[in-house]
Structure formats: C-alpha cells, structure tokens
C-alpha cells in the first residue's frame, strides 16, 4: 500500500511563484516513475512533469522554464516548483505514481488569479 499526500497549494499572484510537496509513504522501493498532474474546471486532467529513478524530467511543453520537478532519493519527497505563474495554471494538482502501479494523491488547489 502506498499514500501520496500533496500539498503547499493556495493563492497567488500572476507572476508569482508556489512550491508543492508530495509526502510518499509505504512501499515505494520500485518506484521508476512519478508525476505531478492538473486538472483545471472543465478541462482533462494532464500531465504537468515526470521524473524518473535515474532523474530524468519531462515537462509539458506550457510549463517549460517555469515548473521544476524534483525528488530525493528515497522517493519520500517529490516537489513542485512553479514560478512565473499565471492564471492558466490554475488548477488541482495531483501527485502520481505512474510506475509500475499507479497510485494518485488527492491534489492540492493552486488559484493564480490578482
């Protein structure tokens, strides 16, 4: 059984910045692939970053050069960093772990809105 907990979403300023953390907890030592997904009001969930257990990122293309993902070894921890901000990023984020079982937390709310 694994549990991901995000959070440090809240309310931000366009061109402001928000860090968001997922705390992961159980058995994660074949863990190969976490993500942090989105879902903004009436739109699909999307992928937002990946990072692989070698640290490789992929990143969807609306958020290059603004979020960083990163993670620490044990996989415990994974982050968020969104800078640059803006209002199209709104949305619920969610921490994923893509393989080899799935497993999602239940997303934070981040609101970028002046």
């Known amino acids: 059984q694994v549990r991901l907990v995000e959070s440090g979403g809240g309310l931000v300023q366009p061109g402001g910045s928000l860090r968001l953390s997922c705390a992961a907890s159980?058995?994660?030592?074949?863990?190969?692939?976490m993500g942090w997904y989105r879902q903004a009001p009436g739109k699909q969930r999307e992928l937002v970053a990946s990072?692989?257990?070698?640290?490789?990122?992929n990143y969807a293309d609306s958020v290059k050069g603004r979020f960083t993902v990163s993670r620490n070894n044990a996989w415990n921890t994974m982050y968020l960093q969104m800078n640059a901000l803006k209002p199209d990023d709104t949305a619920v984020y969610y921490c994923?772990?893509?393989?080899?079982?799935?497993?999602w937390g239940q997303g934070t709310q981040g609101t970028v809105s002046s």
């Open positions: 990072i692989s257990n070698t640290g490789s990122t």
């Open positions: 994923k772990i893509i393989t080899p079982t799935p497993a």
């Open positions: 159980g058995s994660l030592f074949s863990v190969l692939v």
